[in-house]
């Protein structure tokens, strides 16, 4: 099994993808700011996942890399809260975005506390 087949990578790199084309339309103005935060800090839930999973032989770099994606997924739920403040999304989208990042939280939860199910 490899990093593409997991249920979290597979949703956060969904959600960061939807991220991405969602800021295409926030103002110029936040390219270098809000836009990229969200940017980054989705992608790199993924990222951390990709990582931690290519190591998982070590069960401490495991967690700890879970541990990064999902403080990474958290950075995402608090740019969300500001592109809902700036009005940039709508409450639904906001929600829907929501809903999904905490789903993938729980996940990257899950791997983080049952490490042995990931090849450990």
Same mark, same amino acid.
Request: glycine share 4%; hydrophobic share 35%.
């Given at each position: 099994?490899?990093?593409?087949?997991?249920?979290?990578?597979?949703?956060?790199?969904?959600?960061?993808?939807?991220?991405?084309h969602?800021?295409? /339309?926030?103002?110029?103005?936040e390219?270098?700011?809000?836009?990229?935060?969200?940017?980054?800090?989705?992608?790199?839930?993924?990222?951390?996942?990709?990582?931690?999973?290519?190591?998982?032989?070590?069960?401490?770099?495991?967690?700890?890399?879970?541990?990064?994606?999902?403080?990474?997924?958290?950075?995402?739920?608090?740019?969300?809260?500001?592109?809902?403040?700036? /009005?940039?999304?709508?409450?639904?989208e906001?929600?829907?975005?929501?809903?999904?990042?905490?789903?993938?939280?729980?996940?990257? /939860?899950?791997?983080?506390? /049952?490490?042995?199910?990931?090849?450990?």
């Amino acid at each position: 099994m490899g990093f593409k087949s997991l249920l979290a990578y597979k949703k956060g790199f969904s959600l960061a993808m939807e991220i991405f084309h969602l800021t295409k /339309n926030f103002p110029k103005s936040e390219m270098f700011g809000l836009s990229s935060q969200i940017v980054r800090s989705s992608r790199s839930v993924c990222s951390n996942i990709t990582e931690g999973y290519r190591k998982r032989q070590y069960e401490k770099h495991f967690k700890s890399k879970m541990s990064d994606a999902d403080s990474e997924n958290s950075e995402t739920q608090l740019w969300l809260e500001f592109a809902l403040a700036c /009005n940039y999304v709508s409450t639904e989208e906001f929600q829907d975005l929501m809903n999904k990042s905490q789903e993938v939280g729980k996940l990257i /939860n899950y791997m983080m506390n /049952n490490p042995d199910k990931f090849g450990l």
